[in-house]
């Protein structure tokens, strides 16, 4: 009964794995999961968040300045007003006039995507880990599946003669527990549901429409700037847009400085957008639950593998069936 009792232990640990596999579509939702992950992974440096948030910094700041300060050095050297100036802005290049006007209500939301990227770059590091940093992740399932299996065909076996099949049992019950605490995976997978759990609030299909259209918004004002207002005005001033970027204060930050602000914003809209259908996939998975199945199902193999080793190895569930020798009785008696 004893023996019995430890293989079914070991068996019960071989379905749970293979279940956690098809329960959690893991063969399926790992191709996501790498893909997500190599797309964040420039994004998630410290220099480059740090340079996102000062690229809004500079962003926020630009209708301010872009009033304040180009619109009327402009407009004098037009002999305008600066009202007079604002009007012909409006009138001739609109893109300029209404992404000036919406930069105020743009900004917030990709600040919003920076501060997340800027909260959970730790946690995307040790996510981006899982399994280790040299293992691709599509290996998972089909080691949780394999060990799984292994666990069935032991546990069968353990109904049989022998100490051969409780100890694999139990070799393999310690790779169990062993393999995730070796890689960490216990902290890994705490990080992975944690983001996953963050993110879910910012992934929606409003909020990745939302940024889609102030990436839309702010580059099709700097494309006005660029290539519409500046030109026209330096030929109107019979210059160039080099020398009037030189003349006017702050024109020449505006023109260097927005493309590559502009650059590194398409990224991110570009990245969180492209990755919506990603998240979704992967959005259902417990990495903690799968760890701890791991884990757990190891401990019980051992524990299994050591209570059937307990009672000897001679001792079978299944017993043969002995062959009877015709006349054995009548000689006895």
Do not use: C
Request: aromatic share 6%; glycine share 10%.
């Amino acid at each position: 009964m004893q023996r019995r009792a430890s293989a079914f232990l070991v068996i019960v640990v071989g379905v749970a794995l293979a279940t956690t596999v098809v329960a959690n579509r893991l063969t399926s939702r790992v191709t996501p999961f790498e893909r997500m992950t190599a797309e964040y992974r420039p994004l998630m440096s410290a220099d480059l968040v740090a340079t996102l948030g000062r690229d809004l910094d500079t962003l926020a700041a630009l209708p301010g300045d872009f009033q304040a300060r180009l619109v009327p050095a402009i407009a004098r050297t037009l002999g305008m007003t600066p009202e007079q100036f604002t009007l012909l802005i409006a009138g001739t290049y609109p893109a300029v006039a209404q992404g000036a006007a919406a930069i105020p209500s743009l900004v917030p939301g990709l600040r919003s995507l920076v501060g997340v990227l800027a909260a959970e770059r730790t946690r995307f590091v040790s996510t981006d880990a899982i399994p280790t940093t040299n293992t691709s992740t599509r290996s998972m399932p089909w080691i949780i599946l394999g060990a799984g299996v292994a666990a069935l065909i032991l546990g069968f076996g353990m109904l049989g003669y022998g100490w051969g099949a409780p100890i694999l049992a139990a070799i393999l019950g310690a790779l169990l527990l062993a393999v995730p605490l070796a890689t960490s995976m216990p902290s890994k997978s705490a990080a992975a549901d944690t983001l996953n759990a963050h993110l879910k609030p910012v992934y929606t299909a409003e909020r990745v429409a939302g940024a889609r259209q102030a990436l839309a918004t702010l580059e099709a004002f700097g494309a006005s700037v660029q290539n519409d207002l500046v030109p026209a005005l330096a030929r109107q001033m019979g210059t160039t847009p080099a020398d009037l970027a030189t003349k006017v204060p702050g024109l020449g930050d505006i023109l260097t400085g927005l493309p590559a602000g502009l650059g590194r914003m398409r990224v991110l809209v570009g990245t969180f957008a492209g990755n919506f259908d990603n998240f979704r996939a992967i959005s259902p998975v417990s990495f903690r639950q799968i760890t701890w199945t791991s884990m757990g199902g190891g401990i019980a193999m051992m524990f299994a593998a050591g209570w059937g080793m307990a009672i000897g190895g001679t001792a079978a569930v299944v017993r043969p069936h002995r062959a009877r020798i015709p006349g054995r009785k009548r000689a006895a008696a």
